[in-house]
T-cell receptor, first 116, second 109 residues
Framework: DTGVSQNPRHKITKRGQNVTFRCDPISEHNRLYWYRQTLGQGPEFLTYFQNEAQLEKSRLLSDRFSAERPKGSFSTLEIQRTEQGDSAMYLC??????????????FGQGTRLTVV | GQNIDQPTEMTATEGAIVQINCTYQTSGFNGLFWYQQHAGEAPTFLSYNVLDGLEEKGRFSSFLSRSKGYSYLLLKELQMKDSASYLCAAHTNDYKLSFGAGTTVTVRA
């Protein structure tokens, strides 16, 4: 297993455009998380999935943001009508789920979004 | 809401010891994670404390006091490669991690 994979690694887009990021979690990991990280800050929770079900969305996730995990495997995060404030590193993480011993979250390398 | 506090920056000399403190106020607390993050890279797991006390793992140790809402990460025999950001994260019973802003540790020769 190669770990959590995110694509693309970098994305530069013009304000107002839509962007979509993909995350491939570690296989057989039930839980998948999206976080956003800006310079000098820790990751901020956006949303997470248990298999294909989206269980929680942060209030940070405006209606321009949508995330899916259609078959309980890979996930996509789409941002519509991007704004300069959306510029950040978008991190995906997965964990096995099912008990305290399976809580460690493994992070992908992230997608760095720059909105110009 | 969740409140996680840790110092912004720390500087230490190669071979020394540094202790990074973290205080937290959360609901539904399960345990406390420490992650290491080098600039431009993903956070990598260091430790997870559920019970009170000290857990040692090589040069890194982590301590938790649930009653005080307090944890620390102890880095011993510092090496230049330990220069990084160290993230404290509370794991809560809704399966989320709430992160602090991170402590940037700079190791000087």
């Amino acid at each position: 297993d190669t770990g959590v994979s995110q694509n693309p690694r970098h994305k530069i887009t013009k304000r107002g455009q839509n962007v979509t990021f993909r995350c491939d979690p570690i296989s057989e990991h039930n839980r998948l998380y999206w976080y956003r990280q800006t310079l000098g800050q820790g990751p901020e929770f956006l949303t997470y999935f248990q298999n294909e079900a989206q269980l929680e969305k942060s209030r940070l996730l405006s209606d321009r943001f949508s995330a899916e995990r259609p078959k309980g495997s890979f996930s996509t995060l789409e941002i519509q009508r991007t704004e300069q404030g959306d510029s950040a590193m978008y991190l995906c993480a997965s964990s096995p789920g099912g008990g305290i011993g399976n809580t460690e979250a493994f992070f992908g390398q992230g997608t760095r979004l720059t909105v110009v | 809401g969740q409140n996680i506090d840790q110092p912004t920056e720390m500087t230490a000399t190669e071979g020394a010891i540094v202790q990074i403190n973290c205080t937290y106020q959360t609901s539904g607390f399960n345990g406390l994670f420490w992650y290491q993050q080098h600039a431009g890279e993903a956070p990598t797991f260091l430790s997870y404390n559920v019970l009170d006390g000290l857990e040692e793992k090589g040069r890194f140790s982590s301590f938790l006091s649930r009653s005080k809402g307090y944890s620390y990460l102890l880095l011993k025999e510092l090496q230049m490669k330990d220069s990084a950001s160290y993230l404290c994260a509370a794991h809560t019973n809704d399966y989320k991690l709430s992160f602090g802003a991170g402590t940037t540790v700079t190791v000087r020769a």
